[in-house]
């Protein structure tokens, strides 16, 4: 089983920057795809940002428009989204995402962090 753990939230004003961290409990050879995700109160939950950790290839949900950046350390398993110009509207649980299959990126993840809050003041 493979655990994942975010850190890096916080409160940040608008117009600020903060970076997630995502770091997996083992090392494993079977995870593909890592991805962030976030919940805002009475929202479904969104897809941000993923990476495929052979290739690099990135993709990212539209409405980031440019703000957001995803990467990777395919040594020690771990997942970054460095966040810039923040907005009140980015503040949600924010969350890391595995999987093994290849295929869609957007969805069906295996393995999932517990969340982080992030908070931005307007």
């Known amino acids: 089983q493979v655990q994942l753990v975010e850190s890096g939230g916080g409160l940040v004003q608008a117009g600020g920057s903060l970076r997630l961290s995502c770091a997996a409990s083992?090392?494993?050879?079977?995870?593909?795809?890592m991805g962030w995700f976030r919940q805002a109160p009475g929202k479904e939950r969104e897809f941000l940002a993923a990476i495929r950790r052979s290739s690099g290839y990135t993709l990212y949900a539209e409405s980031l428009k440019g703000r957001f950046t995803i990467s990777s350390d395919n040594a020690k398993i771990t997942v970054d989204l460095q966040m810039n110009s923040l907005k009140p509207e980015d503040t949600a649980v924010y969350y890391c995402a595995a999987k093994v299959a290849l295929g869609t990126m957007t969805n069906s993840y295996d393995y999932w962090g517990q969340g982080t809050q992030v908070t931005v003041s307007s």
């Open positions: 083992r090392r494993t050879a079977n995870i593909n795809t």
